[in-house]
């Protein structure tokens, strides 16, 4: 059972423009949601996050935005650099305790930034 | 290194053999995670440990995965009698206790022929 899902397996943007990445979710207890970036053969390395109680989070060139009632988050990347190629993940994690975050990943959206 | 480590990188077997994955998380991080993500899917939560707390296993697709941790350092993933779709990449990952932002190591790909 997916309970995140990103739709989009790949986006192909040019240098300096806006890269927007989707993720909705099924579970509505979900209540903190990250984004992680992939290069090949390496882990996943932490971007940014939000958690539920806010619909905006800005670092950088990277801005996730959250929308509850919908149960879709988005990732902004602006602008667009070659070295934000990379495989992005979206994934949300349940609090059922103080010490408990597995997180639930959606599948990937392959970002290529065109020169 | 200050970063996850996990060995092998890679790991070849035949069909029916038992395999041995490593994780070594960053000192001082009281949980540790294990997850896998197949070839086009994202990854799949497998067994979570938390400090001496029982290990949450709800993730283990079958009775032939287990794992192990010791005290907070290193957890050992063990597959037995192994079956071609357990081929994936293993990721571990370890956080703070009460910690939201996972740090992962680089994996290994395991590949069951």
């Known amino acids: 059972d997916q309970q995140v899902k990103q739709n989009s397996p790949s986006l192909s943007v040019q240098e300096g423009r806006i890269s927007i990445l989707n993720c909705d979710y099924t579970n509505s207890m979900f209540d903190y949601f990250l984004w992680y970036k992939k290069y090949p053969a390496e882990g996943p390395t932490f971007l940014i996050s939000i958690s539920s109680i806010k619909d905006k989070n800005e670092d950088g060139r990277f801005t996730v935005f959250l929308n509850k009632s919908a149960k879709h988050l988005s990732l902004h990347i602006v602008p667009s650099q070659p070295g934000d190629s990379a495989v992005y993940f979206c994934a949300a994690s349940v609090s059922f305790s103080s010490n408990d975050y597995k997180l639930s990943f959606g599948a990937g959206t392959t970002v290529t930034v065109r020169a | 290194g200050a970063g996850v480590s996990q060995s092998p990188s890679n790991k070849v077997t035949e069909k029916g053999k038992d395999v041995e994955l490593r994780c070594d998380p960053i000192s001082g991080h009281t949980a540790l995670y294990w997850y896998r993500q197949r070839l086009g899917q994202g990854l799949e939560f497998l067994i979570y440990f938390q400090g001496n707390s029982a290990p949450d296993k709800s993730g283990l697709p079958s009775d032939r995965f287990s794992a192990e941790r010791t005290g907070e350092s290193v957890s050992t993933l063990t597959i037995q009698r192994t079956q071609q779709e357990d081929s994936a990449v293993y990721l571990c990952?370890?956080?703070?206790?009460?910690?939201?932002?996972?740090?992962f190591g680089p994996g290994t790909r395991l590949t069951v022929l």
């Open positions: 990952a370890s956080s703070l206790e009460g910690g939201r932002s996972q740090y």
